[in-house]
Every structure is written in structure tokens, then in C-alpha cells.
């Protein structure tokens, strides 16, 4: 005669079945709700996207007198001083994230394009390009480029860069060297 057979207690059995349901009910939703966190915030490949901007500061450059009792002086050309200034602006204000301007080495194609679109849009708005300019940096809102939205370009300019430094980017965008 053969050995009995061990059957298991049913005690373990009802402990293994409500183990598997509790897998299925707290683990499966976990994961399907998983997905779709990942699925709706744009982690496919497209959605939202952080840049990052630094800036190095503007180079001088020195030179020795050709005496030895005078002292060196810095040598800039009056015209490439602004210019230089108003990059590094334009590029730690994070104006080269969103903006394509040629003069700032900048490609960005969130806002227009500060090649062109001044200029059009100064003349939609009838302003000089200055002040259009201006307006465009401190109060973004007061005209929008066709093919952009409100509330697209940052509404802190006004308080976050000062006079001086607005007034010398303004120059370096209007100039566009």
C-alpha cells in the first residue's frame, strides 16, 4: 500500500489564495497608475523641457604701456564694450534659451526670432524699435508676436534686471552685432 498522501491544511491554502489577491489588487493598480503618471507628464520624448543657461563673463584684455613707469590699461573698442555687455546679458537672463539672435550665438525656438520679428512687429505696433523693444522686455504681454501666446516669455524682467542692464540689452538687440 502506498504512503498517504501529505494534503496541505486548508488554513495555508486560504493564506496563499488571499496573499494572490492582495497582489492583484494593491500591485496592478500601483503599476497601471505608474504608467500613466509617467505617460501624462511628457516623459516620451516630448512635453515640458528644462534648459539651463550660464554664462561665462565678457573677456578683457590688458596691455602694457610702452614705458615701464606707466601703468597697463584695458583695451576695448567703444563699440565692442556694449556689445560684449549686452551678450553676457542676454545669455545669463536666459533670453538664448527661448530666443535665436545671431549676434548672441543663440538658436532657441520657443519665442521669435530677435533677427527679425523686432522690427515687423515695432512697425504692427507702431512704435520706434527701441521702445518697442523695451516694452517687449518689461511688459511682454502688451504685444504678442503672431504665432505666440500670452504668458509665454517671463514677466519678471522689469523687476529683475535693472535699468542699465535693460537699457543695454535693448541696445545690444537693437544693434544686432
Same mark, same amino acid.
Given at each position: ?52 543657461? @550660464? /554664462?561665462?563673463?565678457? &573677456?578683457?584684455? *590688458?596691455?602694457? !604701456? $610702452?614705458?615701464? +613707469?606707466? #601703468?597697463?590699461? =584695458? ?16 545669455? @545669463? /537672463?536666459?533670453?538664448? &534659451?527661448?530666443? *535665436?539672435?545671431? !549676434? $548672441?550665438?543663440? +538658436?532657441? #525656438?520657443?519665442? =521669435? ?17 527701441? /521702445? ?9 504681454? $502688451? ?35
Amino acid at each position: 500500500m502506498a504512503p498517504p498522501r501529505n494534503r496541505p491544511k486548508p488554513i495555508v491554502a486560504v493564506g496563499e489564495v488571499v496573499m494572490w489577491v492582495l497582489f492583484v489588487l494593491l500591485l496592478f493598480p500601483a503599476g497601471v497608475v505608474g504608467w500613466a503618471v509617467g505617460h501624462y507628464t511628457g516623459h516620451q520624448g516630448g512635453g515640458t523641457r528644462t534648459v539651463t543657461v @550660464s /554664462a561665462a563673463a565678457p &573677456a578683457t584684455t *590688458t596691455t602694457p !604701456a $610702452a614705458t615701464t +613707469t606707466a #601703468k597697463a590699461a =584695458p583695451t576695448t573698442t567703444a563699440a565692442a564694450a556694449p556689445t560684449a555687455a549686452g551678450k553676457a546679458i542676454f545669455t @545669463s /537672463a536666459g533670453c538664448a &534659451a527661448c530666443h *535665436t539672435f545671431k !549676434a $548672441a550665438g543663440a +538658436t532657441g #525656438k520657443i519665442g =521669435p526670432d530677435l533677427d527679425t520679428a523686432p522690427a515687423i512687429d515695432a512697425k504692427k505696433d507702431n512704435m520706434a524699435l527701441a /521702445a518697442f523693444v523695451r516694452e517687449s522686455i518689461v511688459s511682454p504681454n $502688451a504685444f504678442i508676436a503672431p504665432g505666440f501666446t500670452k504668458g509665454l516669455m517671463p514677466q519678471t524682467f522689469a523687476t529683475t534686471l535693472s535699468k542699465a542692464k535693460i537699457d543695454t540689452l535693448v541696445s545690444f538687440i537693437v544693434g544686432g552685432k
